[in-house]
């Protein structure tokens, strides 16, 4: 059985930091796309950040140099550094992973995880 753990989330204040990880099981991800989407509060899920099994990135416009994504295939794990978090990063955030990089962004992943609630305050 597949399963994905989000763990990391928590409260901060607007400006601060926190890492989110996923740990994955069931079967290895190294060759897969893995990524993060979030859903806040009265709004559809959108797209966060995603890394193909090369290690290539992308980003929404909105995170962009200030989330960093990351893997460690030999932990079969996607981290998501957040710094400079702003209120409106609000949300529950989403690991989620598939053989297809587009399906991770589009948000039509085959495997998620339970999310992690990531609250920002002022």
């Known amino acids: 059985q597949v399963r994905l753990v989000e763990s990391g989330g928590g409260l901060v204040q607007a400006g601060g930091s926190l890492r989110l990880s996923c740990a994955a099981s069931g079967r290895t991800f190294s060759r897969a796309a893995m990524g993060w989407l979030r859903q806040a509060p009265g709004k559809e899920r959108e797209f966060v950040a995603a890394i193909n099994w090369s290690g290539g990135t992308y980003y929404s416009d909105s995170v962009k140099g200030r989330f960093t994504i990351s893997r460690d295939n030999a932990k079969n794990t996607v981290y998501l550094q957040m710094n400079n978090l702003k209120l409106e990063d609000t949300a529950v955030y989403y690991c989620?992973?598939?053989?297809?990089?587009?399906?991770?962004?589009?948000?039509?992943?085959?495997?998620w995880g339970q999310g992690t609630q990531v609250t920002v305050s002022s």
């Open positions: 989620a992973a598939d053989d297809l990089l587009s399906r991770v962004v589009a948000g039509g992943a085959n495997y």
